[in-house]
């Protein structure tokens, strides 16, 4: 089970409180995990990674045990913390707008 | 007795503001999806309590929300109202905010740039829904206008959406370009009277319209004069700001141009300036008395660099004889120290017996004037800067 933390607007609108889990078959990455993300909670497709290129939204960034992987490969492996459920997966909203 | 719904859009979620038809006591509710910035909302003519919201953020994209009981609750159209969203057993997918541009060989090919700022060529690239549409008589049925600028359509209560790419690939697609807001497809026009008849316009590039139900499409811009672009009288590259249509000669449309007011009486074939006596005819909005259809009303701002009122005095203008001529309303409506915008979503009228005219501004007030525009007053006075302003007419 691998936790993921959302930014407050994505949890409101997959209508969730707190971290949220997904199962992840295989190898757990930035992509695996996405891709369960958007299974659990289809409303969130497009918000995370842009319809089409599947891209990473430019002004979201994803944090595994406090380092910056948003630049990743997105099938690199997570740290073992965050494939074993004892760190969450932060996908976090840039602050921007002055 | 009847009842007006007023939804409102704002740069901070959307409100839903209700009276009776005395337009005197008002019931506000929101904010819904509090924290967007809510492009437009806007209700079905066949089903009231169908309402269509575009949800969009810079961090997250373009969301589509539906309403099916006026406002109250609200869903994504991908995603049935109810069904539990952590069940991945059949659950179907959120495709309510997927717009695709049409790159098929047939007709997407060549549909791949537009002019950019610096004059070069750029690809379209999907950023969010500006106005949505629906249709006269079928609930399901929406259009979509969007940046970059492309129309979109669904036919099954917003869940999926395809591009009618005749639009774009009408052949002056690469000479539209980006205004200081956008490349932005803001109005989208049906016809009461000609099921095939649609027109839109573009910031910048102009008015089109179809006559085969967005199959195919031409540019009507004749007659408009731009005197900031390199040929002032181009077929396309005006940078309209809004159009107008009297519901009850559709033929017969208005127009707020950058700078102008124009009135065309052949849908769009040719245009006509009708800026008159205004103090000033840029501006944004622009809206037909829904029972007079040589009625109309602007609110003219002081220029393209200083988008706010002339002499901080916040007026609507209304010309009774389809232009030309026109009347200053300001009573009720502050007349002094004013810096506010109306954008070009943001008026609307009702159908009641006297017709009621409603606009928002960017400070967050909402007016209205139950008197077809002889009074105004305030029905909110602190929301989030005001984006769009539909009105409901209900039984």
């Keep these: 089970m691998v936790r993921v933390e959302l930014p407050a607007h994505l949890r409101a609108l997959a209508h969730v409180k707190g971290e949220v889990t997904v199962e992840v078959s295989g190898p757990v990455s930035i992509l695996s995990v996405l891709d369960a993300l958007e299974a659990k909670y289809p409303m969130l497709e497009g918000t995370i990674r842009t319809h089409g290129t599947r891209q990473r939204r430019p002004f979201l960034r994803f944090f595994a045990c406090a380092e910056d992987c948003s630049l990743d490969p997105p099938e690199k492996p997570l740290p073992e913390e965050v494939a074993s459920g004892k760190e969450p997966l932060l996908v976090v909203g840039a602050i921007a707008g002055g | 007795m009847s009842r007006v719904r007023v939804l409102v859009g704002t740069k901070k979620g959307a409100f839903i503001l209700t009276s009776d038809g005395k337009r005197e006591k008002w019931d506000v509710s929101g904010p819904h999806f509090a924290g967007w910035e809510m492009y437009h909302l806007k209700g079905s003519p066949a089903d009231p309590n169908r309402i269509y919201a575009s949800q969009t953020s810079g961090w997250f994209g373009q969301i589509i929300q539906r309403s099916d009981d006026g406002g109250k609750t609200w869903f994504q159209p991908g995603t049935p109202p109810g069904e539990s969203t952590k069940a991945p057993d059949g659950s179907p997918k959120g495709e309510s905010n997927k717009f695709v541009y049409d790159t098929s060989l047939e007709t997407g090919a060549p549909l791949t740039t537009h002019q950019f700022y610096d004059g070069t060529q750029h690809p379209w690239e999907f950023k969010r829904v500006w106005h949505l549409e629906p249709s006269l008589t079928d609930p399901d049925t929406v259009y979509a206008g969007v940046e970059d600028a492309a129309l979109f359509r669904s036919a099954n209560g917003g869940k999926t959406w395809e591009e009618l790419s005749g639009l774009r690939g009408h052949g002056t697609g690469p000479q539209w370009q980006p205004g200081a807001g956008g490349m932005c497809l803001h109005t989208i026009l049906l016809d009461p009277k000609n099921a095939g008849r649609i027109v839109i316009a573009i910031s910048a590039a ?51 141009k950058h700078w102008d007011v124009m009135r065309s009486d052949n849908a769009g074939d040719s245009w006509t300036e009708v800026s008159g006596n205004l103090p000033t005819d840029f501006g944004f909005v622009i809206d037909v008395h829904a029972h007079e259809p040589e009625t109309i009303y602007v609110v003219p701002i002081k220029s393209d660099g200083e988008h706010y009122p002339l002499d901080g005095k916040l007026r609507v203008y209304r010309s009774a004889s389809g232009g030309n001529e026109w009347e200053e309303l300001t009573q009720g409506l502050p007349q002094s120290n004013c810096f506010v915008n109306v954008l070009r979503d943001a008026m609307a009228v009702d159908s009641l017996d006297k017709c009621g005219v409603y606009f928002g501004t960017t400070g967050g007030q909402v007016y209205c004037s139950p008197d077809a525009g002889d009074t105004w007053g305030p029905i909110v006075r602190d929301l989030p800067a005001v984006y769009s302003v539909e009105v409901q007419t209900l039984p």
Excluded at chain 2, 230 to 242: L, T
Aim: with cysteine; hydrophobic share 35%; aromatic share 8%.
């Design chain 2, 206 to 256: 102009g008015a089109f319209r179809s006559d085969d139900a967005g199959k195919t499409w031409k540019p009507i811009n004749k007659g408009l004069k731009s005197q900031y672009i390199p040929n002032p009288e181009a077929e396309v590259g005006h940078c309209v700001h809004h159009i107008a249509q009297s519901a009850l000669r559709p033929e017969l449309l208005y127009m707020q």
